[in-house]
């Protein structure tokens, strides 16, 4: 489309928003905090048992999700094996339990020396499962860095093909000298502990030609602490006959504990253990590092829940807006229910009764509800979905995904929106219009520590379908034992629902074209 049209239409769209009385619709009352408190005390109880995929607890989730989309009049959307429209979008997962006799040897010539999986070492990410075995020479490239043209370039002269690239943790701050000589605008891409940090790592070894990234360990873990990274680390998931989804892990990624670390610098000029100060790139003489590794592979049967809303425009009816949040969670560690509550029940929540509320309302468009299966394991029931839509895929105009919003920032009134601009810049137009006309947030838009790239909404944002995720971003008891229903603010959950029913409502029902025009 030739840019003075988008100007053109953008305009009017954001004309024909402020120039309306600066209210809330009617419909928008009936999203309330007693219902949102029930369904999230219910979804993050511990008779759900944390809504692990394939256990009793995400079916009942599930179970209570299709009861409250039929109550609101949504109608199944999935058309199953059997030919008949469904509520569910069944999907087989793959579980890769590590075999017990995992081990990485060290060897020099002076010998050798084998260490074992989750004890010293963990797989971060494995890019092949079929490989057994990776067996190469290793190369310090400090925190593999390469910026050329500010000075900064740590595999320089450094040959690392076919070799193993061994690197501090990018969860340390980078040195000052380093940090001076990258532009301010640059240095958000290396955050400490930024997965855009950690991506760009693994890019730049594979762009090097190694055949994997070493993370060592500079200081010693708790007990504890290791035994929740091992743990967090130690399943692998996909979905047969769907290749590995795209985040930009290029190879496999596996870290160290600091005594296998100080083992593997132990005959080198500088061991990031004993030495604190400044380094230069190196390779090792005479050694070799060699992961062995196979896996159990355990298949999972799960599946997404799918509602319709259908819209009331004999042509526009066939435009879709998906919806969506995901309903699964981490489960149970030994005695400890990870219930979930803000993640993402809270986003389960807001979908029955935002649905609920435009199942009342006047819609020219479709809207597709979706609670994905999958998520915590890598965003997997959302890219089954992309890969086999009830629908022509270049029909969903818009996703709107809802993520882990009920316990805001620090910032009063503060609420993210993450993504709008990234296909179709109208679609943060039209946001930051209706959140002016109806809630006036203060929307935060910033990509904290990647998270577009961590939620469903990407695998949208993967086949060029404007998305967005809206989120009051992490906090203290993420992904910890400790996300309880309690803690939810339910005032500001309500009234975030009420901004993403107000926004759903124009995009619905308003003069748009968010369709991306390279769409193939």
């Given at each position: 489309m030739k840019k003075y049209l988008l100007v053109l239409i953008s305009g009017l769209i954001f004309t024909s928003l402020t120039g309306q009385e600066n209210r809330k619709s009617e419909t928008v009352q009936t999203i309330t905090i007693e219902e949102l408190r029930d369904h999230i005390y219910y979804l993050a109880s511990d008779e759900?048992?944390?809504?692990?995929?394939?256990?009793?607890?995400?079916?009942?989730?599930?179970?209570?999700?299709?009861?409250?989309?039929?109550q609101a009049g949504l109608i199944p959307f999935h058309l199953s094996s059997d030919s008949r429209l469904s509520?569910?979008?069944?999907?087989?997962?793959?579980?890769?339990?590590?075999?017990?006799?995992?081990?990485?040897?060290?060897?020099?010539?002076?010998?050798?020396?084998?260490?074992?999986?989750?004890?010293?070492?963990?797989?971060?990410?494995?890019?092949?499962?079929?490989?057994?075995?990776?067996?190469?020479?290793?190369?310090?490239?400090?925190?593999?860095?390469?910026?050329?043209?500010?000075?900064?370039?740590?595999?320089?002269?450094?040959?690392?093909?076919?070799?193993?690239?061994?690197?501090?943790?990018?969860?340390?701050?980078?040195?000052?000298?380093?940090?001076?000589?990258?532009?301010?605008?640059?240095?958000?891409k290396y955050q400490k502990s930024s997965l855009a940090r950690l991506l760009n790592k693994l890019q730049n070894a594979f762009d090097a030609g190694a055949i994997g990234l070493i993370e060592v360990s500079t200081s010693s873990y708790t007990t504890d602490r290791w035994k929740r990274i091992a743990l967090s680390n130690r399943v692998h998931y996909n979905i047969p006959g769907l290749s590995n989804l795209d985040f930009g892990e290029k190879?496999?990624?596996?870290?160290?504990?600091?005594?296998?670390?100080?083992?593997?610098?132990?005959?080198?000029?500088?061991?990031?253990?004993?030495?604190?100060?400044?380094?230069?790139?190196?390779?090792?003489?005479?050694?070799?590092?060699?992961l062995k590794k196979e896996y159990e592979i355990l298949p999972i049967k799960t599946a997404n829940v799918v509602a319709l809303i259908e819209g009331s425009d004999p042509n526009l009816k066939n435009e879709y807006i998906a919806l969506t949040a995901h309903i699964d969670h981490l489960g149970i560690d030994g005695n400890e229910i990870f219930n979930g509550a803000d993640d993402d029940a809270s986003g389960c929540a807001s979908v029955f009764e935002i649905s609920e509320a435009l199942a009342k309302s006047k819609l020219r468009r479709s809207v597709i509800c979706i609670l994905f299966t999958g998520e915590e394991f890598g965003l997997l029931g959302s890219y089954y979905f992309t890969e086999n839509p009830p629908v022509t895929l270049k029909n969903i105009i818009v996703d709107v995904n809802i993520d882990m919003i009920g316990r805001p920032d620090t910032v009063p009134n503060e609420f993210s929106s993450v993504g709008a601009d990234r296909i179709?810049?109208?679609?943060?137009?039209?946001?930051?219009?209706?959140?002016?006309?109806?809630?006036?947030?203060?929307?935060?838009?910033?990509?904290?520590?990647?998270?577009?790239?961590?939620?469903?909404?990407?695998?949208?944002?993967?086949?060029?379908?404007?998305?967005?995720?809206?989120?009051?971003?992490?906090?203290?008891?993420?992904h910890t034992p400790a996300d309880d229903p309690e803690k939810i603010d339910y005032e500001f959950l309500q009234k975030s629902c009420q901004l993403i029913y107000e926004i759903i409502l124009e995009l619905a029902n308003g003069d748009i074209n968010l369709i991306d025009q390279g769409f193939n």
């Open positions: 759900l048992e944390g809504r692990l995929p394939g256990t009793p607890g995400i079916e009942k989730a599930m179970e209570y999700a299709v009861t409250q989309f039929r509520y569910y979008q069944d999907l087989t997962v793959n579980k890769y339990l590590p075999h017990p006799d995992n081990q990485i040897k060290i060897i020099r010539n002076t010998g050798e020396r084998t260490f074992t999986f989750e004890d010293n070492y963990i797989i971060g990410y494995d890019n092949n499962f079929e490989i057994r075995e990776i067996a190469g020479g290793l190369a310090f490239i400090g925190y593999g860095i390469r910026e050329p043209a500010y000075g900064i370039d740590e595999y320089k002269n450094i040959d690392v093909k076919g070799k193993w690239v061994v690197t501090l943790p990018y969860t340390e701050e980078l040195p000052e000298y380093i940090r001076k000589k990258i532009p301010q605008g640059l240095l958000q190879c496999p990624l596996v870290k160290l504990d600091s005594a296998m670390t100080d083992y593997l610098f132990n005959q080198e000029k500088y061991n990031p253990v004993r030495n604190k100060g400044s380094y230069k790139s190196f390779l090792f003489e005479n050694a070799e590092f060699r179709n810049p109208k679609l943060k137009e039209i946001i930051n219009a209706v959140n002016k006309k109806t809630s006036d947030f203060i929307l935060d838009t910033v990509n904290h520590n990647n998270d577009f790239m961590r939620g469903d909404q990407y695998t949208f944002h993967l086949k060029r379908i404007p998305s967005v995720m809206f989120t009051s971003l992490e906090h203290d008891d993420y």
